[in-house]
């Protein structure tokens, strides 16, 4: 027993080497409890997610039932879009030409009540124009050359007119500055979207009758919902009955009518069809 003697060297190295190694098993067991404690809680969060949602796997016994929810309203918003064409030999007499035009329209319809917000310009387009010359000719074909001409300026402006009621006068006005064109008079809803939530909810208590009895002929019973989908619907468009070339015949030197162009609005139809898949059991 040297080493007891000298110190007892042997021995204490064997007793740092055992807690040396209790330490590192202690470490791999605290490891090995964190990882099963995290697998059990992706497991149990995987189940939920099936009961819950489907798991992504569609069930064996399921059944797909139909709604359909309509809801009408009277467009309160009109629109419309009127358009100033101009010809000059130079960029410059061109754009000023168009530019005095809708200005004298825009103030006319702000002067009606018409918010600056409510007026925006949708197209500005300049484009030179062309024309075939014929040049000296000296033996047959003869040739020609292309000569710039001028420029052509095409701009729109598109209107919103809240009050339906001027929607007809807001016609006359612009087509009484010159404008040249006058397209797209449309009606529309603002709150549109609750609206439409209220169609998909007619829809969606339509489908979920339809499926409360079919389980009850079947002599099922409905587990849960586990697909859903939503045909995309939007209201038709309301367009005035009178013709746009009437109300621009009239605004531009025709006969002079006795009132603004009727523009009735009518009434707007919103849909929504829903589809609904139930797992039954």
């Not at 909810?201 to 586990?226: F, N, P, T």
């Amino acid at each position: 027993m040297e080493s007891d003697t000298q110190g007892n060297g042997p021995v204490q190295d064997g007793r740092d080497t055992l807690l040396t190694s209790a330490r590192i098993q202690g470490a791999l067991t605290l490891v090995l409890i964190l990882l099963a404690a995290f697998l059990f809680a992706g497991t149990i969060n995987s189940l939920k997610a099936y009961n819950y949602i489907g798991g992504g796997i569609a069930p064996s016994n399921a059944v797909t039932v139909s709604g359909e929810g309509e809801v009408f309203a009277v467009p309160d918003t009109a629109e419309f879009t009127f358009s100033i064409i101009e010809e000059a030999s130079t960029v410059a007499e061109v754009q000023q030409n168009a530019t005095d035009k809708a200005n004298a329209a825009i103030e006319a319809l702000k002067e009606r009540g018409i918010e600056e917000k409510d007026i925006k310009t949708v197209a500005y387009e300049l484009h030179p124009m062309y024309e075939w010359q014929p040049a000296t000719c000296v033996r047959y074909p003869c040739d020609r050359k292309r000569v710039q001409t001028g420029f052509s300026l095409n701009q729109s402006i598109r209107v919103k007119v809240s009050d339906l009621d001027e929607a007809g006068e807001m016609l006359e006005i612009v087509t009484g500055k010159g404008v040249q064109s006058v397209s797209g008079l449309t009606f529309t809803i603002a709150d549109e979207d609750s609206l439409k939530a209220e169609a998909r909810k007619q829809a969606i208590d339509e489908a979920r009758e339809k499926a409360e009895q079919l389980a009850s002929d079947l002599d099922v019973s409905l587990v849960r919902i586990v697909g859903f989908s939503e045909d995309r619907t939007w209201p038709s468009p309301m367009y005035a009955a009178r013709s746009m070339d009437e109300a621009l015949d009239a605004g531009m030197g025709g006969a002079e009518p006795e009132a603004s162009p009727a523009v009735p609005a009518g009434e707007s139809r919103i849909v929504s069809n829903v589809h609904i898949t139930y797992e039954i059991r």
